[in-house]
């Protein structure tokens, strides 16, 4: 028959029933262990869903495809469902190991205390 396809005649709509909506793009880290990972540097953009150790939270190094990130926040969030919460999704935002240094060092300046190589400090 002309202009069928096995899809049903819809262009574009395969056998997944999302309407156009992929079921990778619902999915969310719901399991302990599975995180999304969200950097938060200018532009902030999301790296995927990865598993990592139960227990990573803030200042941890973790390694995303070859690049070194610093977590900076951990963030789970809840669902009521029955009368009781129910995790729903854990994200960690992250910054490149080397925008998270030069924060610190820059943060540092403003506050007016040195990190650094200790033949540079302030002199007596």
């Keep these: 028959?002309?202009?069928?396809?096995?899809?049903?005649?819809?262009?574009?709509?395969?056998s997944?029933?999302?309407g156009g909506r992929s079921r990778k793009s619902?999915?969310?880290?719901?399991?302990?262990?599975l995180f999304e990972i969200k950097v938060v540097t200018?532009?902030?953009?999301?790296?995927?869903?990865?598993?990592?150790p139960p227990n990573t939270h803030n200042g941890e190094e973790i390694e995303i495809e070859g690049q070194g990130y610093v977590v900076t926040r951990l963030e789970?969030?809840?669902?009521?469902?029955k009368g009781r919460y129910v995790r729903d999704?854990?994200?960690?935002?992250?910054?490149p190991t080397s925008r998270?240094?030069?924060?610190?060092?820059?943060?540092?300046l403003?506050?007016?205390?040195?990190?650094?190589?200790?033949d540079c400090g302030p002199q007596d």
């Design 1 to 14: 028959m002309p202009g069928s396809s096995s899809n049903g005649g819809r262009p574009g709509g395969g």
């Design 42 to 52: 200018p532009p902030p953009r999301s790296l995927g869903i990865y598993a990592l």
């Design 26 to 33: 619902d999915r969310k880290a719901r399991k302990p262990g």
């Design 89 to 95: 999704h854990s994200r960690l935002e992250v910054q």
């Design 16 to 18: 997944n029933g999302g």
């Design 100 to 108: 998270y240094f030069l924060n610190m060092m820059l943060d540092s």
């Design 110 to 118: 403003v506050h007016g205390t040195y990190i650094g190589p200790a």
């Design 76 to 81: 789970l969030t809840f669902k009521l469902v």
